[in-house]
């Protein structure tokens, strides 16, 4: 909780006729520091250079460093420009967390009432400090922590606490900084400022929430297995190549070729291009990814916490239910709760009376308004003194057990209130009658109710095999009542339940939990091995928003958790959700399937570099020929993210080690294939090394389209037609390997019929590969 003014030294007291006087204000400026949130923003050119501190990075990076030392400065500048373009298609990705951050220090009033040297003066609300005296009015935002010495308002915390109906507050309450004052006017002492607020230490939160992305953790499970697997095959290539006596000038070539061949050098590239095409359609359909991993996460998500107030529920306060009692019929009820009520809408309260009382046309020309007193808080009522064709009434309208002491007993009235109550219901009571004999009118319940659409999102995800849980702010009683009426109706997690080794399966519905244990709830979640959404609207929603894996801000969410969620719905409505779910699991089908592509293709070039020498004695590709197989084989095959894909009913899961088993067996079947065409040339055409290596470029690029084609369906590879750009790659791809095959560009040409039959040969392969892929994918569960 905030702090609180007893922590302040004992010298620093202070009254409200006097205030702090400017000298005690400095000292404790000092001491505290600014009423401000520290900002910690990341320079973009920093944050440019660390797009090359990584695993791919720096294998280009060493084959880079070796074709320069040997002088090759063209394979040197090929590769170097691959990086580069990997560096800056990553650099426009960058998180926007630094951005939740500044919002939320805009929250801060830019000015604040304060006593200073015994006067009331306005001064900058970042100069406020623990012990200033402070003044709020109507429509005043809070500047700081504090504590209300004297008058009371009526505050609008929700956005920080999720608490969705306005807290009256008097002497020695809180009030929060980045709270509306919708009521009223006081006088307070300031407990907190800068980040020990409840808004400052959600923004702490918020800068340190951090969760791995399943991107990264798929990249560096691919980059380990390739280094593992590969890097033994190369170590043992150049072993036997020492041992034949090649000499130091081709043992170097083959190292790089080597490392090249290693390299997924297009994979994060291909993430980032999956799933910006995916961002645009989202885009169309009222979805804005703020980062673009976050479409990608939405496929893994098997978890999703949602918010109540202003997320699962409207956040508009509403007349759920009236209950007239004997003698006044329930458009009188709501008529004389109408002519108690303030005007203006500021008091949400107020405003949901006269709303209920407009839509049944409960006006009374017999009621005439005399005299209107406002809520007091001391009275916990608000009173209207109106003329009724019986004479002077009063009008008493406010908190049951504040109505019914100035009321003659009403025994009816208790089980209806105790029935609402049931229900989370706030219960309003009315009187009325002449003044000395005032009756109880009914009761009126006021609610938030939830979105249209919460019950069937909440219905859709489970269909989807995604479980969704309650974390509010809001009081236990109105959350269990909201969850049930949207179809949640697992447990309620105790008072004081929050852990850090929770799992969803004990709770169903978490509330009255902070920002902290919202936060604290997602990281347990995670920790438990589950991919965690978080869909919320408001501040007190932010660390958490950040922390989870995907991060869903609505419509009507606060700038603040807008900047911190991964994704923002910019429809009403909470349809939105499944659409990026949808998208999300289209698009890891999509980069599935070019990283099955770029697995095969690592391993079995590798591979095939060792049956080479073997063969030949000699290395059958040279590092140029490789930087050409780069752009064939990963860049142009990069058209897979824009193919057509079907969602998988349930979360997805990078299960690295099964791909690479997948990608292992069918590179077996390509290896075969290639190795196969290399002995045929060799013993069969008698070819010299020159075209022995022009042949093995080409049956390379010929068997990748081969493989584009058998992986990119999980079943039959007609059962599905590839996509425009698919085929266009591969014409473009085919005809870059034909030309340098035919007219010897970088190395010795072959005749045209040896190519065709190698083409047609590879055709052949491709339905033979495509049979052995519906085996191998049904063994490893990845069809």
């Excluded at 850090?500 to 438990?528: C, H, I, T």
């Amino acid at each position: 909780m905030p702090n609180d003014v007893s922590e302040l030294p004992s010298d620093e007291a202070v009254t409200e006729a006097n205030g702090l006087s400017s000298a005690a204000a400095a000292r404790l400026r000092a001491q505290f520091g600014p009423n401000t949130v520290a900002e910690t923003a990341e320079h973009p050119l920093r944050i440019f250079l660390r797009q090359f501190w990584a695993p791919v990075p720096w294998m280009l990076e060493v084959a880079i460093l070796v074709q320069a030392a040997l002088g090759e400065r063209l394979e040197a500048g090929v590769i170097l420009g691959l990086l580069l373009f990997n560096a800056v298609l990553s650099f426009f990705q960058h998180s926007r967390a630094q951005a939740a951050l500044r919002l939320l220090k805009s929250q801060l009033a830019l000015t604040a009432s304060a006593r200073r040297d015994g006067a009331w003066t306005i001064i900058p609300a970042a100069d406020l400090v623990p012990g200033d005296v402070v003044k709020v009015s109507l429509g005043a935002v809070v500047p700081a922590d504090m504590r209300l010495v004297s008058g009371s308002v009526l505050l609008d915390q929700s956005m920080l606490t999720g608490e969705s109906v306005p807290a009256e507050a008097g002497r020695g309450a809180a009030a929060y900084a980045g709270a509306l004052v919708r009521r009223g006017e006081a006088v307070g002492t300031v407990t907190a400022t800068g980040a020990r607020t409840y808004s400052g230490r959600t923004a702490e939160l918020v800068r340190i929430a951090h969760a791995e992305s399943a991107e990264q953790r798929a990249i560096l499970g691919v980059v380990r297995n390739l280094a593992m697997l590969n890097g033994a095959v190369l170590a043992a290539l150049v072993l036997y190549a020492r041992s034949r006596g090649l000499p130091l000038a081709e043992i170097l070539p083959l190292l790089v070729t080597g490392i090249l061949a290693s390299v997924p050098v297009a994979l994060p590239a291909t993430f980032t291009l999956a799933t910006a095409l995916s961002a645009q359609r989202l885009v169309r359909r009222g979805v804005l990814p703020t980062r673009l991993s976050a479409v990608h996460e939405a496929a893994t998500m098997n978890l999703l916490c949602a918010d109540k107030t202003g997320t699962l529920t409207q956040n508009a306060l509403q007349v759920a239910a009236v209950r007239p009692l004997p003698g006044f019929p329930k458009e009188r009820l709501l008529a004389l709760a109408a002519l108690a009520s303030a005007e203006g809408g500021k008091d949400p309260v107020d405003a949901a009376v006269r709303a209920a009382a407009e839509d049944l046309s409960a006006g009374d020309a017999s009621l005439r308004l005399v005299q209107f007193v406002p809520f007091d808080p001391a009275t916990k009522t608000s009173e209207a003194r109106i003329m009724t064709p019986d004479g002077a009434w009063r009008v008493v309208k406010g908190a049951f057990n504040a109505v019914a002491a100035l009321a003659a007993p009403a025994p009816e009235a208790t089980p209806n209130l105790a029935e609402l109550t049931a229900q989370g219901h706030r219960v309003l009571a009315v009187a009325a009658g002449p003044r000395q004999a005032l009756r109880l009118a009914g009761l009126i319940a006021l609610s938030d109710p939830p979105r249209a659409d919460s019950a069937d999102l909440i219905g859709t995800l489970a269909t989807l095999g995604i479980r969704t849980v309650m974390v509010t702010g809001d009081a236990p009683d109105t959350a269990v009542v909201i969850a049930r009426r949207v179809g949640l109706g697992g447990p309620v997690c105790p008072p004081g339940g929050v852990t850090d080794s929770l799992s969803p399966a004990n709770y169903q519905v978490f509330a009255g939990v902070f920002p902290e244990d919202k936060y604290r709830l997602v990281k347990a979640f995670q920790a438990a091995g589950h991919t965690v959404g978080m869909c919320g609207d408001g501040a007190n929603d932010a660390p958490a928003l950040r922390q989870a894996q995907i991060g869903i801000a609505v419509s009507t969410a606060t700038d603040v958790a807008k900047a911190a969620a991964g994704l923002v719905l910019t429809r009403a409505g909470l349809s939105g959700i499944v659409d990026a779910v949808q998208e999300g699991r289209e698009t890891f089908q999509r980069i599935l399937t070019y990283m099955l592509n770029t697995i095969i293709k690592k391993i079995e070039t590798v591979l095939f570099l060792g049956i080479g020498l073997l063969v030949t004695g000699h290395a059958v590709i040279t590092p140029l020929l490789m930087v050409l197989l780069l752009v064939a084989n990963d860049f142009l095959t990069m058209s897979l993210t824009t193919d057509s894909a079907r969602p998988s009913p349930k979360p997805e899961a990078w299960r690295i080690d099964r791909i690479t088993m997948a990608a292992a067996a069918l590179g077996a079947c390509k290896l075969a294939f290639l190795s196969a065409v290399l002995a045929a040339g060799a013993y069969g055409g008698h070819l010299g090394i020159g075209q022995l290596r022009t042949l093995s470029f080409a049956a390379l690029v010929f068997g990748g389209q081969a493989t584009v084609y058998a992986v990119r369906e999980r079943e039959a590879l007609w059962s599905s037609a590839p996509g425009v750009w698919i085929v266009l790659s591969s014409m473009v791809d085919i005809a870059i390997a034909a030309t340098v095959a035919l007219t010897g560009t970088f190395t010795a040409p072959l005749p045209l019929d040896l190519v065709v039959a190698l083409l047609a040969a590879t055709c052949v392969f491709a339905l033979v590969l495509d049979a052995w892929k519906r085996i191998v994918l049904r063994l490893l569960k990845l069809a």
